[in-house]
């Protein structure tokens, strides 16, 4: 069974460029987390999208957006890049039925992020 | 406020000498405590979910027990390929999401 497949495995961009990652969840997942991992800084929760909808968003700027499609596929997009956006870009998916054993996430390999 | 604290920050161990990461946690209804293993460069690997305190659980050379405020990965005889950062995370409360520690990084030394 594949699991979390994320693209492209390495980003280089501009200061006050855009940036696309893409994310494919394990089949059956409905349910797509985004997470940044800064040097330092451990995981920081991002968005979180199930069936389709937004459900929840970390602390970041709205230049911080994504969207999930009917495949259940997920495209994270960071507007206006800064130099500190530089991170890994990690996506996750889960079960996504509001249960506590359907809560364990797991992981693609991330996008390195860097901003130049 | 929901927060979660690891400990220590990095480990460094020889092989076979026995030891225990620390995860400890503040939430509101606690509904999973999660451990995982990240390597350089790739997404953090499930290990464990702990849903109660006084639960344990093992595979090979780790085992994760839980309390009601902090989570305890023992480490048996580690081995070099045990070297790696253990994440620990919590879910709780209204949000359905994971939490993260920021990691205990362990080195092994053969």
Known sequence: ?116 | EDQVTQSPEALRLQEGESSSLNCSYTVSGLRGLFWYRQDPGKGPEFLFTLYSAGEEKEKERLKATLTKKESFLHITAPKPEDSATYLCAFSGGSNYKLTFGKGTLLTVNP
Do not use: M
């Open chain 1, 1 to 116: 069974e594949a699991g979390v497949t994320q693209s492209p495995t390495h980003l280089i961009k501009t200061r006050g460029q855009q940036a696309t990652l893409r994310c494919s969840p394990i089949s059956g997942h409905t349910s797509v987390y985004w997470y940044q991992q800064a040097l330092g800084l451990g995981l920081q929760f991002l968005l979180w999208y199930d069936e389709g909808e937004e459900r929840n968003r970390g602390n970041f700027p709205p230049r911080f957006s994504g969207r999930q499609f009917p495949n259940y596929s997920s495209e994270l997009n960071v507007n206006a890049l800064e130099l500190e956006d530089s991170a890994l870009y990690l996506c996750a998916s889960s079960l996504g039925q509001y249960t506590p054993t359907n809560e364990k996430l797991f992981f693609g390999s991330g996008t390195q992020l860097s901003v130049l």
